[in-house]
């Protein structure tokens, strides 16, 4: 079997979408708890303020966590909750949560790895401007080694980002994601000079302050079109594609982020696309910016889209009558399979898949279960296709489904159901699906049952 024998088979969340106890013990503002509460921002009118009530319900998550047998459970941290005012007074309350849940995933034998930043910017920070401050990067700083200093001795696997493509592209840039701002392209490029400092003095902040050998990360998304056949010339194609710096759209796109951490420069696109309007840096800052890191997270869901979409044809990557999650996302397993491939060829590092998964129509059966078949169909396919990228010689270091429990999806609310364990939102009750039981099995042998059909011809 391809899967290593070290392999983290996990599952993952983020704090705005499953925490809730929106002002407790504490806790300050998010941007997205404030622009939750304002009008027309999310559907039907939902907020995070209760979510999955994770915040007081850890225990019964954790335990079945277990029950399903993780090897990791990714999360992040609320900033706000740690550092009410992003900075200064830190709030040992909400740090005693973060400390309390890693042990217990410890006792469970599940390993924490923990994510900085999942958008959720604390209010006070945006009224100061926000990623637009010159001191952001400082503010990161300082946030990261507060987490570092209280979770390091038991925490060793940290992502210092999730998704810039998400929260600066679509939330600074197209205005789709909080602060739903729209900003000219100046602006963006001048927020992006902040982020790659913010990452890189995290980075810092993380080595320096860690009680042990840490294992640093960035988890990125982004668009990996699918080859159109096998054919080399396709394949190189699709590889050029992945990493191209479109106008109007490079902050959706994988190299505009990832070259400066991975490799230290700007490619070769962006210096043609934007020339002496580049952010620069000194000698000291890049290598600060692109100090080592030892994973390439991904966030990997389905090949190539346009956005935005097209009103009178396809998606990339879509065709008539084409497989799509209720999100009408693309179901394309090969992007589990060129993902992979193509990222490591570019940056060297071993791949960690830090979320996948989809959007189904799950509810509960009338004999009191969740028969989410699809998923599991879905989920099988992926796997297959990241099992056949390991054979290949791409090291992949773990696959974290997302989510853990279904939850809220941002703009979207709670309509979009991701999760391994179904939450009946009115009551909070949890029930694991079928998908969670598959998983387990996957788990327990270590990705060999993936390949049972094959025996049975």
Not at 197 to 217: C, N, T, Y
Not at 272 to 296: K, V
Request: negative net charge; hydrophobic residues 40%.
């Amino acid at each position: 079997m391809p899967f290593p024998k070290d392999f983290l088979w996990g599952a993952s969340s983020a704090a705005y979408q499953v925490e809730g106890a929106y002002l407790e013990d504490g806790k300050k503002e998010s941007i997205w708890d404030h622009f939750s509460h304002e009008p027309g921002r999310i559907v039907h009118g939902e907020t995070g303020d209760i979510a999955c009530d994770h915040y007081h319900r850890w225990r019964e998550d954790v335990a079945l966590m277990k029950k399903i047998g993780l090897k990791s459970y990714r999360f992040s941290i609320s900033w706000a909750r740690v550092l009410p005012d992003g900075i200064g007074r830190v709030n040992e309350k909400g740090l005693q949560f973060y400390s309390d849940l890693v042990d217990a995933l410890l006792e469970a034998g599940i390993e924490p790895m923990v994510t900085l930043y999942h958008w959720d910017l604390p209010q006070a920070l945006y009224e100061q401007g926000g990623w637009k401050n010159p001191d952001s990067p400082k503010w990161f700083e300082a946030y990261a080694r507060v987490v570092a200093r209280r979770l390091s001795d038991r925490v060793k696997r940290w992502i210092t980002f999730n998704e810039p493509q998400m929260f600066i592209g679509l939330g600074l840039q197209i205005g789709a994601m909080a602060p739903f701002e729209q900003n000219d392209e100046d602006t963006v490029l001048r927020i992006s000079r902040h982020f790659y400092l913010a990452h890189g003095r995290a980075v810092s902040a993380l080595r320096q302050e860690g009680k042990q050998p840490l294992m640093i990360g960035m988890a990125p998304t982004g668009d990996v079109p699918l080859p159109r056949s096998n054919s080399p010339e396709d394949v190189e194609a699709a590889r050029k594609a992945s990493f191209a710096v479109l106008p109007g759209a490079y902050t959706l796109g994988n190299s505009w982020w990832a070259d400066p951490i991975f490799l230290g420069r700007f490619s070769s696109e962006a210096e043609a696309l934007f020339g002496n309007r580049l952010p620069r840096f000194t000698r000291e800052e890049w290598d600060m910016i692109a100090q080592p890191l030892d994973f390439y997270g991904f966030n990997v869901y389905q090949g190539a889209v346009s956005y935005p979409a097209p009103q009178d044809g396809y998606q990339e990557d879509a065709y008539q009558g084409s497989p799509k999650t209720t999100l009408d996302w693309n179901v394309t397993p090969e992007v589990m399979y060129y993902a992979p491939k193509f990222f490591y060829e570019r940056y060297g590092k071993p791949i960690m898949i830090t979320e996948n998964g989809m959007a189904g129509m799950d509810w509960v059966s009338l004999d009191g279960h969740v028969h989410d078949m699809q998923r599991i169909d879905f989920l099988h396919r992926y796997l297959l296709s990241l099992g056949k990228a390991i054979e290949d010689g791409v090291p992949v270091l773990g696959y974290h489904h997302w989510s853990i429990m279904d939850n809220l999806e941002w703009s979207r609310g709670y309509d979009p159901r991701f999760g391994l364990i179904y939450v009946d939102y009115r009551t909070q009750k949890r029930t694991l699906k079928d998908s969670a039981a598959w998983y387990a099995r996957v788990i327990q042998t270590n990705g060999e049952n993936l390949y049972a059909h094959e025996h049975d011809e």
